[in-house]
């Protein structure tokens, strides 16, 4: 089992930055890809950006392109995602989430961690 936790949501006025962070912990060598998803009130849960394990490839979504950049530090098994020039549209929770495998779902959810963007 994998288990993840996000952490560094805030409040922060448009323009601004925050970085999150994803600790994985367990059975980290089963991992294929770790990605964050985020979800606003009212609408569906959309993807963000995505890294292998390996940190080879790494993927952002189009709205947040030149934004947002995702990162990972082997050592401390973490994921970052370091998020610029935000929007209050940008306002959402934000979710990591890790598969073992290229065809696999997402899962073990972290709880997320709240990011809000005042205009």
């Known amino acids: 089992q994998v288990q993840v936790v996000e952490s560094g949501g805030g409040l922060v006025q448009a323009g601004g930055s925050l970085r999150l962070s994803c600790a994985a912990s367990?059975?980290?060598?089963?991992?294929?890809?770790l990605a964050w998803f985020r979800q606003a009130p009212g609408k569906q849960r959309e993807f963000v950006a995505s890294?292998?394990?390996?940190?080879?490839?790494?993927a952002v979504a189009d709205s947040v392109k030149g934004r947002f950049t995702i990162s990972k530090d082997s050592v401390k098994n973490t994921v970052y995602l370091q998020m610029n020039t935000l929007k209050p549209e940008d306002t959402a929770i934000y979710y990591c989430?890790?598969?073992?495998?290229?065809?696999?779902?997402?899962?073990?959810w972290g709880p997320g961690t709240q990011v809000t963007v005042s205009s």
């Open positions: 989430a890790v598969r073992p495998g290229p065809a696999t779902d997402f899962g073990s």
């Open positions: 367990g059975r980290t060598f089963s991992i294929h890809s």
């Open positions: 890294t292998l394990w390996n940190g080879a490839r790494t």
